[in-house]
């Protein structure tokens, strides 16, 4: 026989009585809760009764939200027993940022997934995950839009403790007039101008002339000049957000052109050059990306930071034999729908203490807040 004929046979037998080799697809954890879920699977735990619990457990928080208004601030406790994760829904706006930051209260070391979630459509159930926290259980995230977003919080499986959770927004940008605040903010986003034939496409700030005028955040000098309407002005480019910073009206300029500034540095003083020369000294600051932007929120919080909370613990995860009835409300406000009443002889258990309210879960299931008054009648 030919041995070329030979040669051939045989290298068509090795090459069709080989099996392809199958290379397990890499996994790409989208975050720590992801990473989680696959170590559960790699362990074959997502099938057993336990696994499925805290599969479960993770898609409550988007079915039983607890509506709370910014800052907000309770100690709560989740259980070691069985599964269990919460779920905050509040607003924030564009140019705030939210700040999340979770306290452990027990000694244990436990493990907790705190994932951020934008709510995209509410008939849907459409939810678009935006941030998550790092090892230090601190969340901070800049929206882009003034929308709902969703705080999810979960233990690792059979791990639980008591917590203190703080979530408030606060202004991306520091105040661009020394020894000002809000208060000194006459003229705002979208009043008419000449007549109403334009609106203002920033907000005024009044202080006495040769006030500094300081860089609300780290950026770039992109302009350094004399621009019609606005008079003597300065452009900052803020790289972190893409946003371009318009400063106008002022007495003196004291920085120049690409140099690099601070947060705090003094880029100029506070005049009424250009169009504002028949009107007292006062700074116009605007916002720029794709057309103007509301400047408010990005310089002006909505509240005072909340004092640091000295939780009841004794009361966490207490479960409460009632001697009179009570109503629980929808949320922390005195005026908020009520969602059910626990009669005489029912149990509630507590499941988070703050400043007014206490958080607690009935027979049914249902979560409401009572005040502190309605829980000193227990």
């Known amino acids: 026989m030919n041995s070329k004929f030979i040669a051939t046979i045989?290298?068509?037998?090795?090459?069709?009585?080989?099996?392809?080799?199958?290379?397990?697809?890499?996994?790409?954890?989208?975050?720590?809760?992801?990473?989680?879920?696959?170590?559960?699977?790699?362990?074959?735990?997502?099938?057993?009764?336990?696994?499925?619990?805290?599969?479960?457990?993770?898609?409550?928080?988007?079915?039983?939200?607890?509506?709370?208004?910014?800052?907000?601030?309770?100690?709560?406790?989740?259980?070691?027993?069985?599964?269990?994760?919460?779920?905050?829904?509040?607003?924030?706006?564009?140019?705030?940022?939210?700040?999340?930051?979770?306290?452990?209260?027990?000694?244990?070391?436990?493990?907790?997934?705190?994932?951020?979630?934008?709510?995209?459509?509410?008939?849907?159930?459409?939810?678009?995950?935006?941030?998550?926290?790092?090892?230090?259980?601190?969340?901070?995230?800049?929206?882009?839009?003034?929308?709902?977003?969703?705080?999810?919080?979960?233990?690792?499986?059979?791990?639980?403790?008591?917590?203190?959770?703080?979530?408030?927004?606060?202004?991306?940008?520091?105040?661009?007039?020394?020894?000002?605040?809000?208060?000194?903010?006459?003229?705002?986003?979208?009043?008419?101008?000449?007549?109403g034939r334009r609106e203002h496409h920033g907000v005024d700030i009044f202080a006495s002339r040769h006030t500094p005028i300081l860089a609300p955040t780290k950026a770039e000098v992109r302009f350094v000049g004399v621009r019609g309407l606005g008079g003597k002005v300065v452009w900052l480019f803020d790289r972190e957000r893409g946003t371009n910073l318009y400063f106008a009206h002022l007495q003196e300029q004291k920085v120049k052109r690409y140099q690099m500034v601070n947060p705090g540095d003094t880029i100029g003083t506070v005049g009424n050059t250009g169009n504002a020369r028949y009107t007292p000294p006062h700074l116009h600051f605007g916002i720029y990306r794709n057309g103007p932007i509301d400047p408010y929120a990005f310089i002006v919080p909505e509240y005072a930071r909340p004092k640091p909370i000295i939780p009841d613990t004794i009361l966490l995860g207490k479960k409460i034999e009632l001697t009179n009835d009570l109503i629980l409300k929808s949320a922390m406000n005195f005026n908020a729908d009520p969602i059910d009443t626990v009669k005489v002889g029912g149990v509630i258990t507590i499941n988070a203490v703050n400043h007014n309210y206490i958080r607690v879960t009935n027979e049914k299931g249902i979560t409401g807040f009572l005040t502190m008054k309605e829980a000193s009648k227990f």
């Open 10 to 195: 045989l290298l068509l037998s090795i090459l069709f009585g080989c099996t392809e080799e199958k290379v397990p697809e890499r996994f790409y954890p989208r975050n720590d809760h992801h990473a989680y879920w696959y170590s559960l699977k790699q362990a074959n735990l997502l099938s057993t009764a336990l696994g499925k619990e805290w599969l479960e457990a993770s898609e409550k928080p988007f079915e039983q939200q607890i509506q709370v208004q910014l800052p907000y601030q309770e100690s709560f406790v989740l259980s070691d027993l069985k599964p269990e994760a919460i779920g905050y829904r509040f607003e924030a706006k564009r140019g705030q940022k939210v700040l999340v930051d979770i306290q452990l209260i027990t000694k244990d070391t436990t493990k907790v997934f705190v994932d951020l979630f934008r709510v995209q459509n509410d008939s849907l159930g459409d939810y678009l995950q935006v941030a998550s926290a790092d090892s230090t259980l601190q969340l901070g995230f800049e929206p882009r839009r003034d929308a709902s977003y969703l705080l999810r919080l979960q233990p690792e499986l059979l791990r639980g403790g008591h917590y203190t959770v703080t979530i408030e927004n606060v202004p991306t940008l520091d105040f661009p007039v020394a020894g000002k605040d809000k208060r000194a903010i006459q003229s705002v986003f979208g009043d008419p101008r000449d007549g």
